[in-house]
């Protein structure tokens, strides 16, 4: 059997949001939120290119940095680079394996419903604009939570 996901209108599905097959063990959730981040990742590439930076490199550390702080700020209810008691996110990026790093930057946004959107999004905001176009970053992990209906969001950007 097959997942199959709407990205938002008018957005071309990405090579892997074609239909996905659902893999033993592997709730749906977690397929779709996989074709969500890679789909951020898609999109703030195509800002880079159109913008002349090259294109960011998925990161496994930097996916569990970003999902482990999407989670944590769906729980606490807020938004925040820091919230009370977790670690600075230049340090949750190293405690997530992301060692070595020279440049770090993280975006962070909810209640926006596509991929498309939260990327609009960070386009129209100066500082949010600046770590998609800082070209010198060349890796980037995203997360996605849903909680409450709503979604949250989190970009986390590298260069070793």
Not at 48 to 52: E, I, L, Q, S, W
């Given at each position: 059997?097959?997942?199959?996901?709407?990205?938002?209108?008018?957005?071309?599905?990405?090579?892997?949001?074609?239909?996905?097959?659902?893999?033993?063990?592997?709730?749906?959730r977690l397929l779709v939120q996989r074709l969500l981040e890679d789909r951020v990742l898609a999109l703030t590439n195509q800002q880079?290119?159109?913008?002349?930076c090259g294109a960011l490199r998925n990161s496994a550390p930097l996916r569990k940095a970003a999902r482990g702080h999407t989670v944590s700020m769906a729980l606490a209810g807020t938004m925040s680079h820091q919230l009370p008691g977790e670690a600075r996110f230049s340090s949750r990026i190293t405690q997530s394996g992301y060692k070595g790093w020279r440049i770090?930057?993280?975006?962070?946004?909810?209640?926006?419903?596509?991929?498309?959107?939260?990327?609009?999004?960070?386009?129209?905001?100066?500082?949010?604009?600046?770590?998609?176009?800082?070209c010198r970053l060349r890796d980037l992990g995203v997360g996605v939570v849903l909680q409450s209906g709503q979604l949250w969001w989190t970009q986390d950007f590298g260069v070793r």
């Open positions: 059997m097959g997942l199959t996901l709407s990205i938002g209108p008018g957005a071309p599905a990405p090579a892997s949001a074609a239909p996905v097959s659902t893999t033993p063990g592997v709730p749906a880079r290119r159109k913008h002349g770090v930057a993280e975006n962070i946004a909810r209640g926006f419903s596509t991929p498309n959107d939260v990327v609009a999004a960070w386009m129209r905001s100066p500082s949010h604009r600046r770590n998609i176009l800082n």
